[in-house]
């Protein structure tokens, strides 16, 4: 996963210190713990997909895989079957390629 990830996003993509200013531009900010494990889990789907790149379904997966994750959390309150969505979104992102 760190090696895909710093292919695409650059060396130390994941860990990269906290953002500052410089002359007027923002630095490189790093994903707190929950939002570097959904992107984790976004690769993983997108890989696992035979797909090479990480389209906002693949994010979406990423966020939904985390049962215990705040989106799950929400959506379940809320009367959602986040089982359905993933399912949902797998078809789409699947049906794309053919």
């Not at 994750?69 to 089982?83: E, F, M, N, Q, R």
Request: overall charge positive; charged content about 30%.
């Amino acid at each position: 996963m760190r090696r895909a990830t710093e292919e695409a996003f650059g060396e130390g993509a994941l860990d990269a210190p906290p953002g500052r200013w410089r002359r007027g531009k923002r630095m490189h900010v790093p994903f707190n713990k929950g939002a570097r494990k959904a992107l984790e889990l976004s690769l993983r789907h997108a890989i696992s997909l035979k797909r090479n790149h990480i389209g906002a379904g693949h994010v979406l997966l990423g966020v939904l895989h985390d049962r215990d994750s705040p989106a799950v959390w929400i959506l379940k309150t809320s009367g959602v079957d986040v089982h359905a969505v993933r399912t949902e979104v797998t078809r789409l992102i699947t049906s794309e390629a053919a």
